[in-house]
């Protein structure tokens, strides 16, 4: 009775064994993924950065002081128009050095590199004490300085480059021998601004804005 009674339990416990073991089995067939001890690394990116702005230079035209920087026009040199009141306008570019000479109604004066002359002359038929006349001429061996037009047009530039640069150009022949000119009218307020050219020479020597028929030659003779 005694050993009926054992085989039962010692069955059992072997099944208990056997199963343990299938298990242990199972669990080392299973494969394990290694731990990584490294840490993370941190993908640290750069923001992007807007290039800044370069600053734009600021250029300053009509400069009563400063010649150079003076734009011609149609109606006139910097800060000087035709019709404007003489006196005023002297007193208006006196640094420049421009003033009355012994010539009544003239006034004249280098730039400060003597690379050119500016002349302003006023009305001395009708005693309106109107400027009639700016021009200014070329001095030096250098013939692209001075006042400029927005079309970078002036002293030295071609009869080409002003013919092209206009479409209301015109080119004519003075009444002085070896003299002729390209002009540009304007109608609203009857200037016209003329580029003078001289045989030998394939650059403007002048460039006048003028309320009569062509520039004053010689004005004090």
């Not at 343990?20 to 923001?47: F, I, L, R, W």
């Not at 400027?131 to 200014?136: F, G, L, N």
């Not at 540009?184 to 009857?190: F, H, P, Q, R, T």
């Amino acid at each position: 009775m005694t050993l009926l009674r054992a085989r039962p339990a010692v069955a059992a416990l072997a099944a208990i064994l056997l199963g343990t073991s299938v298990m242990s089995g199972c669990a080392s067939n299973v494969p394990t993924v290694p731990e990584d001890s490294t840490p993370s690394a941190t993908t640290s990116e750069t923001p992007m950065l807007p290039t800044p702005t370069p600053t734009p230079e600021v250029t300053t035209t009509n400069d009563p002081h400063d010649p150079d920087t003076w734009i011609v026009t149609e109606q006139g040199i910097g800060p000087i128009e035709v019709a404007d009141d003489y006196d005023e306008s002297l007193a208006e570019i006196r640094a420049t050095g421009v003033g009355p000479i012994d010539c009544d109604g003239v006034a004249y004066g280098p730039a400060d590199d003597n690379a050119y002359d500016i002349m302003v002359i006023k009305d001395r038929h009708d005693g309106t004490d109107e400027v009639v006349e700016i021009t200014v001429t070329w001095l030096g061996d250098t013939m692209g300085v001075g006042p400029r037009t927005e079309e970078d047009l002036g002293l030295g530039s071609t009869k080409p480059q002003v013919l092209g640069a206009y479409e209301r150009a015109e080119e004519s022949t003075s009444s002085i021998e070896g003299r002729s000119y390209v002009s540009i009218a304007d109608d609203d307020s009857g200037t016209q601004l003329v580029f003078t050219y001289v045989d030998g020479y394939d650059g403007a020597v002048s460039v006048s804005v003028i309320s009569g028929a062509e520039p004053a030659y010689e004005p004090c003779a």
